[in-house]
């Protein structure tokens, strides 16, 4: 079975608001649980988190072993004040600021720097993305003074510019990646960038009347012509549904993420093997330095 490569175990998969509330005070151990114990009824032996505010994937590190699961996680995101990334992770001004944060994940034991990028598919209005894109320049400082301390870099990262510049900045990983077009596919192969499209967010919410079916197709076919470009380009590509996300449930999320690859690319024999090479170059290189 694959692993899942984009989580966030503090999230419930229906209520963003109840999941905060659930951990505020401190991770609640028997809903990590419940999630870790979903993950292993699913045989899912790998998950790779994308961080929280609230400790509760660095709890979920220590509880997983118990369940067979090698658990990684950055502790928490990692993004510019005033741009998003608040929901899961810490705010800098500075890059003296951004500094002392990776320091802090360092002390932490995080495994790998979480960084933000830009912000998310706008699903109440046309599906761009919101707000302002960090400059190319302030990408690449982050990710160098990352790697100085002896991390890879996972980069939530949305739009075609923002994925071509994340990818030559020299991120490890691109979340996301919605938008990419063949210029910033390109990069990323060239840069042997791994991409995790966790398009079964979009997948998923197709049809559930949360918001417009007109909006969420066209994100969903501008997915599958981008992730197939990525194939076809050699992208090193590995499934992440997003676990925890509204409607992708922890253990669930990975296969319906295999599910939505198997219909945009089963024609392709080796598909499983390249899925499993991008998975095998996550866990080789987002460890504790």
């Known amino acids: 079975m694959f692993g899942e490569n984009h989580a966030h175990i503090f999230m419930n998969a229906l209520d963003y608001r109840q999941a905060v509330k659930d ?26 988190d994308g961080g929280d505010y609230l400790r509760v994937s660095q709890r ?25 990334g608040g929901i899961v992770g810490r705010a ?15 002390r932490e034991v995080g495994d790998f720097i979480k960084i933000m990028t830009t912000g998310i598919m706008d699903f109440d209005t046309d599906g761009s993305i919101t707000g302002t894109a960090l ?13 100085e301390e002896g991390f890879s870099v996972m980069s939530h990262t949305n739009g075609a510019k923002a994925v071509k510049e994340a990818a030559m900045a020299g991120v490890d990983s691109i979340e996301h990646g919605n938008y990419a077009d ?45 992730i197939r470009k990525g194939y076809e380009a050699g992208v090193e590509l590995a499934l992440g549904s997003d676990a925890g996300a509204y409607l992708v449930p922890h253990g669930q999320g990975i296969l319906d993420e295999w599910a939505c690859f198997k219909e945009i690319l089963g024609d392709k024999e080796d598909l499983k093997e390249r899925l499993l090479r991008g998975e095998n170059l996550i866990q080789g290189k987002f460890r504790k330095v």
């Open 23 to 48: 951990h505020e005070k401190a991770p609640d151990e028997k809903l990590i649980r419940e999630h870790l114990k979903a993950y292993q009824e699913k045989n899912v032996s790998f998950v790779r």
């Open 60 to 84: 979920a590190r220590e509880i997983a072993p118990e369940y067979g699961i090698d658990y990684r996680t950055p502790v928490f995101a990692i993004h510019k004040k005033g741009h998003y």
């Open 92 to 106: 800098f001004e500075t890059m003296k600021e951004y500094t002392a944060l990776v320091r802090e994940v360092k």
């Open 135 to 147: 400059s190319f320049e302030e990408v690449r400082e982050m990710v160098h003074i990352a790697h």
């Open 182 to 226: 063949e210029e910033a596919v390109k990069i990323m192969a060239e840069q042997g960038t791994i991409w995790v499209p966790t398009i079964t967010v979009v997948k998923n919410l197709i049809g559930k009347g949360r918001f417009s079916d007109q909006v969420l197709l066209q994100i969903w076919e501008k997915g599958k012509t981008n």
